[in-house]
């Protein structure tokens, strides 16, 4: 019987030693795998219009928002990562948010719109812009529960056949870099048909995958031949004029 008690005990300390393992393993993969900020976007957090709320980071307007931004990241990248384009349209009067995703995989709670909406409710146009998955993740979003929104941006992602939102009444438009070497142009061409009609593409020429944000080099893009300040001016004013005509 003692003999059975000591194996039961060196097994289970053998379990929970592996998990222990397992667990250390995930986190220094995930720690390997996720991009973070540059200085330049640790910099924008210092301004006085942002606050760090609960699983948040929120950039304030000058006077009332003339609309509120929604920001899913893309996949393994650090949410502050966005933080200058998230200044750029907070500059021109937005309300922006940039919830903190688990594990940061936006895809992990694609649901995040709607909690913030109704956390933080507003008069003005809401809108959510995803970066490569988070702009997947958006989509997997609007198929499931089709919530009030006036616009979805896309930047460097696309529409999957799972996430079928081309029958819905919303205003999509869709940016991509032409130097994009992450984005599956392939899966790009075929998702159009899984967005609605309507939806407005436009190219960033010069661009990259990795210029929609301020996270360095992403392994496997292509060179960018321009700043990446200037692909996000590009990004907005892109968005600007657009939503002026629409």
Known sequence: MKSRN???????????????????????????????????????????????????????????????????????????SYSVIAQIFAQNGYRVFLPEMPLNLAILNSDVYSEIREEYPSEGGWYIMGHSLGGTSAIIHLSKSNPDLDALVLLGSYGTESADISDLELKVLSIVADQD??????????????????????????????????????????????????????????????????
């Open 181 to 246: 070497e992450i984005l599956s142009w392939d899966q790009f061409e075929l998702g159009k048909k899984f967005l609605p009609n309507e939806t407005t593409f436009e190219t960033i020429i010069g661009g990259n995958h990795s210029g929609f944000g301020y996270y360095g080099f992403q392994r496997g893009d292509g060179e960018a031949t321009i700043s990446r300040i200037e692909q996000h001016n590009q990004v907005y004013d892109i968005f600007k004029n657009w939503i002026s005509a629409n």
């Open 6 to 80: 000591n194996t039961m005990k060196k097994s289970t300390y053998f379990t929970i030693t592996f998990l222990i393992g397992l667990v250390l393993l995930a986190l220094i993969y995930l720690k390997w795998n996720t991009y973070m900020p540059t200085q330049e976007a640790i910099e924008a957090l210092g301004g006085d219009n942002v606050h760090f709320e609960r699983n948040m980071i929120l950039f304030e307007p000058r006077g009332e928002p003339v609309g509120n931004l929604v920001f899913y990241q893309g996949g393994f990248v650090e949410t502050s």
